[in-house]
């Protein structure tokens, strides 16, 4: 299975898997910019991808940004669909407490490739039952013994 990716800009930096059975691409900064407390912005790579067919990309945070700096994926996981090919973004966040630099060149988040399931949309007047039910937020509890 092959994504194909084409450079927007010449110093666009092609993403790759770091290590042999890494899950996620590393995406790359083109800008330089600062991310002050509090801040979202639109990180551009440079890049636009054409992704296998029946597929999607999630752009995930990468956890040393989101531990160390409070930086995270704002969005996440962003979605890009099979049929898009315009410039891949990072809409990033600062959680911290501190500006923080993007530089040309920082790995700012990564992209994982993932099957995509269709499914036929039935209209029905109800759902089979179940032992959760409507149960939902919170209502398996808190788990208290470790």
Same mark, same amino acid.
């Given at each position: 299975m092959k994504l194909k990716v084409v450079k927007l800009i010449h110093s666009a930096i092609i993403p790759k898997y770091e290590h042999s059975n890494d899950a996620g691409l590393d995406l790359i900064s083109i800008e330089e910019l600062e991310l002050?407390?509090?801040?979202?912005? #639109? @990180?551009?790579? +440079?890049?636009?991808?054409?992704?296998?067919?029946?597929?999607?990309?999630?752009?995930?945070?990468?956890?040393?940004?989101?531990?160390?700096?409070?930086?995270?994926?704002?969005n996440t996981p962003g979605t890009i669909d099979e049929g898009y090919r315009g410039?891949?973004?990072?809409? #990033? @966040?600062?959680? +911290?407490k501190k500006p923080f630099k993007i530089s040309k060149g920082m790995k700012i988040a990564q992209m994982v490739i993932a099957p995509v399931i269709r499914v036929e949309i039935e209209e029905v007047d109800s759902l089979t039952d179940t032992s959760r039910g409507t149960d939902g937020f919170g209502s398996t509890g808190i788990t208290t013994n470790i």
């Open positions: 002050l407390a509090g801040e979202s912005k #639109l @990180i551009h790579t +440079g890049i636009s991808i054409e992704l296998p067919p029946g597929t999607e990309a999630q752009v995930r945070p990468r956890s040393g940004l989101a531990l160390k700096h409070q930086i995270t994926v704002l410039e891949i973004g990072v809409i #990033l @966040i600062n959680h +911290g």
